[in-house]
C-alpha cells in the first residue's frame, strides 16, 4: 500500500511517499516556481504506483519554507537563488536517502523550476543514474536571457551575482560530469512559459557525446503543462535506466 509522510531531511521539509513493496528505486522529484510539495502529491503517488519510492521537497520560498509574491518583478532573482539551493541541497537528500534505502538506485524528476534544477541536480550529484526534465533547461545561461526578454524586465541589481553562480553550476558547460548516465527531456512544444529553444540546444549538444545515453521530445501544441503522456514516457526511460 502506498503511504505518504512529512518529514525533515536536516532543515529540508519533504514528502516522503513510499510504494509499499519491492522498491526499484528513489525518485527526488523538485516542484516549480509558485508550487509545493503536497501539490505534487499526485505524481508522487503516480511514480509510487510503479513501484518507487519518491522524495519531494519544498524548495526555498515554498510551501513551509515560507512563500512570495513569485509574480513580482522583484522576485526574479529569488527564482534563481531557488535553483542554486536546489542543486546545493541536494548532498543532504542523497545522505538521508543512503540512511532510508541503502543500496538503491535513485534517479531525479522536476517540472519547471524543478526540471531546470533537476539537471543541476544530475550534473553535480554523481550518485543519480538517471535524470528526466519536464519543461525545463539545461542552458542556464541561454534560458536567464530569455527569460528576461519574455517577461520584459532589466538585469536586476543582482545580475552579476546570478551569473556569476550560473558560469559555476550551468549543466551546459558541465556535460563531461554526465558520462555514462541518462538524461530525459520531455517538453510541450508550445510552452510560453520556458522557451524550450534552450532546452533543445542542451539536448543537441549531449546528443553528441556517445558517453551519454539521451533523449529529447516535445509535444506539438502543448504549453506549460505535465500531460498522461509525459508521465508515461517519463516512468518508461526511468524503468530503462535507473
Not at 28 to 45: P, T
Not at 166 to 176: A, E
Request: hydrophobic letters at 40%.
Amino acid at each position: 500500500m502506498i503511504e505518504e509522510k512529512k518529514i525533515m531531511i536536516d532543515r529540508i521539509p519533504v514528502l516522503q511517499i513510499t510504494c509499499g513493496e519491492s522498491s526499484k528505486g528513489v525518485i527526488v522529484f523538485y516542484h516549480g516556481w509558485s508550487s509545493q510539495k503536497e501539490l505534487q502529491s499526485l505524481r508522487g503517488r503516480v511514480l509510487a504506483a510503479y513501484c518507487y519510492d519518491v522524495i519531494i521537497p519544498d524548495a526555498m520560498y515554498h510551501g513551509e519554507r515560507g512563500t512570495i509574491d513569485y509574480n513580482a518583478e522583484a522576485s526574479y532573482p529569488l527564482f534563481w537563488e531557488t535553483i542554486f539551493r536546489n542543486v546545493e541541497e541536494a548532498s543532504q537528500i542523497v545522505a538521508y536517502i543512503k540512511t532510508w534505502k541503502p543500496r538503491i538506485p535513485l534517479a531525479v524528476m522536476g517540472h519547471s523550476m524543478g526540471g531546470i534544477s533537476a539537471l543541476g541536480v544530475m550534473t553535480h550529484c554523481q550518485e543519480y543514474n538517471t535524470a528526466v526534465s519536464l519543461n525545463g533547461s539545461g542552458w542556464w545561461d541561454e534560458s536567464e536571457r530569455r527569460f528576461r526578454a519574455a517577461l520584459h524586465i532589466d538585469k536586476p541589481k543582482e545580475f552579476f551575482e546570478i551569473m556569476k553562480k550560473i558560469n559555476v553550476l550551468d549543466p551546459y558547460t558541465h556535460i563531461d560530469q554526465l558520462n555514462g548516465r541518462s538524461v530525459l527531456a520531455l517538453n510541450g512544444g508550445a510552452d510560453p512559459t520556458v522557451d524550450n529553444a534552450a532546452q533543445k540546444m542542451y539536448m543537441e549538444k549531449l546528443s553528441g557525446c556517445a558517453e551519454i545515453n539521451s533523449d529529447f521530445q516535445t509535444y506539438p501544441g502543448l504549453c506549460h503543462f505535465v500531460t498522461t503522456n509525459m508521465m508515461d514516457d517519463a516512468v518508461q526511460w526511468i524503468n530503462k535506466t535507473i
